[in-house]
């Protein structure tokens, strides 16, 4: 673990801390907003047993240089429970981490370190930081979705993440699949062939037998992946009419296919409800590869000011601007 450091000499009036618990990695962050990262680290995403005890060791430790943190938000992979109301409120829940299945951030880790602590989706905190600080600022309805090693959504719909019972799994759409012209049957563990199974970084890499990355610009598959992705863009903009949807992940580092989804994106709406602009309708996310951890910085703001207005911080309300 890289050792906390202090990046400004000025002490800062709030500082929140940022958890992006991720896949492979965990990033952790003491900020107040992007121009104002006071420390920051990575560690591997082990079993909670070692990965636990280090970030508490991250944020005492930040807590000794800095002070003290009023609150930290965490992007968590999912699934996760949101439903204030379930018993399994901030549970991971059916994760093929195993060691993660269950897990309660509040009871195991919040409780050990003693500060607020909210939990969201990685891609809800994105959405999050991209209103704050990114490429969704003034937007009060857009959708964040990232296509990586999943593919995952988050809404915000009229200045709130939309949440429902729990929180969204777009990447579970089913878009049409023509078996004849592509009879890779998907990767999804649950439904093989939904739009992570057929569009995810490991769908590409398993159909065409090569890292997405080394796949060259002109490759048929990066024509396919444009039509599966641009099916369910049209779905999510008939659904939940966005003023924009920004595309993160690895997959998208592939800049062509923000042209190639615009082109079908047009035809597919068919002239129906067209955005004024496909140019700025589609974009990558503002603060890049970190819009999850400066999300999770801004989910623990929000809970901090709802504390401070007299809610119950220990069960925040799922979530206001
Ligand atoms: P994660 O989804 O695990 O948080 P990423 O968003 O980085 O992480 O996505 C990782 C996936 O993106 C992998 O399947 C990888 O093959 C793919 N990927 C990473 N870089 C590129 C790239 N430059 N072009 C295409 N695919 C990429
Ligand atoms: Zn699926």
Redesign the pocket.
């Known amino acids: 673990m890289r050792s906390v450091r202090n990046v400004n000499a000025h002490q800062p009036v709030n500082l929140f801390g940022g958890i992006e618990a991720?896949?492979?990695k965990f990033v952790l962050m003491v900020a107040t907003d992007p121009e104002h990262i006071f420390a920051r680290s990575s560690i591997p995403a082990r079993e909670p047993a070692v990965t636990i005890p280090e970030m508490i060791r991250f944020f005492t430790q930040a807590q000794e240089h800095l002070g003290s943190l009023c609150a930290i938000g965490v992007a968590s992979f999912g699934p996760v429970d949101l439903n204030p109301r379930s018993p399994h409120y901030g549970c991971i829940t059916t994760t093929p981490k195993v060691a993660w299945s269950n897990f309660n951030w509040f009871e195991q880790f919040q409780k050990a370190l003693g500060l607020p602590l909210k939990v969201d989706t990685?891609v809800n905190c994105a959405a999050l930081g991209e209103r704050k600080w990114g490429n969704a600022q003034g937007l009060d309805n857009f959708i964040y979705l990232?296509?990586?090693?999943?593919i995952g959504g988050g809404a915000m719909v009229g200045g709130t993440v939309y949440h429902g019972q729990s929180h969204l799994e777009m990447g579970h759409m089913r878009v049409p699949h023509d078996r004849q012209q592509d009879p890779f049957p998907g990767v999804c563990p649950y439904h093989g062939d939904c739009l992570e199974g057929l569009a995810?970084?490991?769908a590409?890499?398993h159909r065409w037998g090569t890292?997405?990355?080394d796949?060259p610009p002109k490759h048929p598959a990066w024509e396919l992946e444009a039509d599966y992705l641009a099916l369910a863009l049209v779905n999510l903009i008939y659904t939940l009419s966005p003023q924009r949807i920004l595309l993160?992940?690895?997959?998208?580092?592939?800049v062509h296919l923000f042209d190639l989804l615009r082109d079908r994106i047009m035809r597919l709406l068919g002239g129906y409800h067209l955005p004024s602009s496909m140019d700025s309708f589609l974009l990558p996310p503002g603060l890049g590869?970190e819009s999850g951890v400066l999300g999770a910085i801004a989910l623990a703001q929000q809970t901090h000011a709802y504390a401070e207005q007299g809610g119950d911080d220990e069960n925040p309300p799922l979530f206001q601007k």
């Not at 993160?248 to 580092?253: A, I, L, S």
Request: no cysteine; net charge negative; charged share 20%.
């Open positions: 991720g896949g492979t990685d990232t296509v990586g090693t999943g995810s970084g490991p590409l890499e890292k997405p990355a796949l993160g992940g690895g997959v998208m580092k592939q590869d």
